[in-house]
């Protein structure tokens, strides 16, 4: 039957007295298989075209009004006729479900972005036909889900589910349940697709491509996204899929998740990393084999954005998995190589994501440093000592001021990890932070504020080698600082009453490391020569060391 017909025929009977009832010498209504079918040629002949002509649109409305108008019962029940009782029930509902696939694959490929073959990218200009398609593809997916989800929803509110090899065919409500599940992973491959702010979207395509992923969520009866994706804690804990949609987005994506498509695919990375960054514990564990290998190919990747994007997505793995499976089949250590090479690279960002994962990711690998038994005493070499010394050689010889930024900001969280074993990089640790100190970095001095919290940090658990030399050198630099900052104007108030603040702390520390030799050198300051600014915090100094 051809399909405008039929739409006829089903408005007519939706419009009737008894909704999907025609009189006894009609034609009946063909299979649902037979009809989704038909959609799908038509649709697939279309698809190819690169502009959103009158014929595409139109296939794409007959399938959107197919969805809206036809009644549930008949959309979800699978071939019964003659030449196909012979078939096992499951059979036929498996058909179904594959001709239901088959058309939203064919749909969502109405809107698909235009095939990439380098790893730079196409200009936007060859995308400017895919917002409006997208719109037409979300609109009609929409009316999917809406059929889907009544039909799931008289199940009691099961949702998404599948089902077992074992398990009896549907009987009618649960039937939408299960082609919910068979359809949701395409259906959300596409709309995070468009929800995303790519050059391939606009601001109506966004809108259509929310409004699925929340009828996504509705259709299933989950919470919210986390939810849809990662499924119930029960059905996580007993080893199956359940609910979840994860697993089939996985699926979906697994061909393009190659050393060589991955790059190309600008979508695929899209969704894999929204997908990723969704999952928490204890859901992520069930899928580390497969997400841990291709964020390794992105960090991988010599784009930045690419390389980024990676080193997130192992961030975030190493933060939603247990320790102990980290380390099964040298995962943790995998992922430490691959991560500590991006120390040598000049990329701002990049440094940021690493240094920061490095901080979780080492805790996986091995103890803090400071944490030893009496029998590993003298404390042999990490690493943590590996990361902190290629840390320090950076910061020695980097002279872009973004960079010491970074560097300076992360030192700090370094220091108190390795707590008395800092002792065994003091002599770097003590140029690094002369340097850092005498260098200005306005507006916010952001350095010079990071290496005093390093400075405040080392001190107290360094304080057996503070010798007084160290101790005349950090007191220089520190007086120094309080009259760099005292005659610098283009400070603001607070910026230097923060740094003020954190000097007198230092100077404090430092006092207690010499045992009161600084109080008495601070004592001989001559008044005449320092600014009211400095001499306030001076003697903030020495009435916190008489306290």
């Keep these: ?152 929803g008289e199940a009691g509110g099961q949702g998404v589910r599948e089902a077992t090899q074992d398990e009896a065919p549907p009987t009618g409500r649960g039937a939408g349940a299960l082609l919910l599940a068979a359809v949701a992973p395409l259906c959300c491959v596409f709309a995070v697709t468009h929800s995303q702010e790519q050059p391939w979207t606009d601001a109506r395509s966004r809108e259509s491509a929310g409004h699925l992923l929340s009828s996504l969520v509705a259709a299933g009866r989950f919470r919210d996204i986390p939810h849809f994706l990662m499924g119930d804690e029960e059905e996580s804990a007993g080893g199956g899929r359940g609910r979840a949609v994860f697993g089939g987005l996985l699926d979906v994506l697994q061909p393009n998740l190659t050393k060589d498509l991955l790059p190309q695919c600008a979508a695929v990375k899209v969704v894999f990393s929204w997908a990723l960054l ?65 120390l040598y690279t000049t990329n701002g960002p990049q440094i940021q994501l690493v240094l920061a994962c490095f901080l979780d990711l080492l805790l996986v690998l091995e103890k803090p440093p400071s944490i030893s038994g009496p029998q590993e005493v003298p404390r042999k070499p990490c690493r943590h000592d590996d990361v902190v010394r290629l840390l320090l050689t950076n910061m020695e010889m ?55 919290e390093a400075l405040e940090t080392l001190l107290p658990v360094a304080w057996p080698r503070i010798d007084q030399r160290r101790v005349g050198v950090f007191l220089q630099c520190l007086l120094r600082l309080l009259v760099d900052l005292s005659s610098e104007s283009l400070l603001s108030a607070s910026i230097k009453e923060k740094l003020n603040n954190q000097t007198a702390r230092c100077l404090t520390l430092l006092n207690h490391c010499s045992h009161g030799r600084v109080k008495s050198l601070l004592q001989l300051v001559d008044s005449s020569c320092a600014s009211a600014a400095v001499l306030r915090c001076l003697e903030t100094v020495t009435m916190a060391t008489e306290r």
Aim: glycine share 4%.
């Design 398 to 452: 980097e002279h872009k001021v973004a960079l010491r930024r970074i560097y300076a900001a992360a030192l700090p969280q370094y220091i108190h990890r390795l707590r008395v074993c800092a002792c065994r990089h003091l002599k770097r640790l003590e140029r690094v932070l002369l340097s850092y100190l005498e260098v200005s970095d306005p507006p916010q001095e952001s350095s010079r504020s990071s290496a005093l």
């Design 1 to 152: 039957m051809d399909l405008s017909s039929l739409l006829c025929r089903l408005r007519v009977s939706s419009s009737s007295a008894r909704p999907f009832h025609l009189p006894d010498d009609s034609q009946p209504f063909p299979p649902i298989t037979e009809v989704l079918r038909q959609l799908q040629d038509n649709l697939s002949g279309v698809a190819q075209r690169d502009d959103c002509d009158s014929e595409k649109v139109s296939a794409i409305g007959q399938a959107e009004q197919l969805f809206k108008i036809a009644d549930s019962h008949w959309l979800t029940s699978p071939d019964d006729s003659d030449e196909t009782n012979d078939a096992p029930a499951c059979a036929r509902w498996a058909a179904l479900a594959e001709a239901y696939v088959g058309v939203v694959r064919s749909l969502t490929r109405c809107a698909a972005l235009p095939a990439c073959e380098a790893d730079s990218g196409l200009p936007d200009s060859l995308y400017r036909d895919v917002p409006a398609g997208a719109v037409l593809v979300c609109s009609a997916l929409c009316s999917l889900l809406g059929c889907l989800g009544l039909a799931g």
């Design 278 to 342: 969704q999952m928490s514990r204890p859901f992520l564990s069930h899928h580390l084999p497969r997400v841990v290998s291709p964020s390794l190919l992105l960090s991988d990747h010599y784009r930045p954005e690419n390389c980024i994007l990676g080193i997130r997505c192992l961030h975030h793995i190493v933060l939603q998995t247990s320790a102990a499976e980290l380390r099964q089949y040298n995962r943790a250590e995998v992922v430490y190589q691959a991560l500590y090479k991006h």
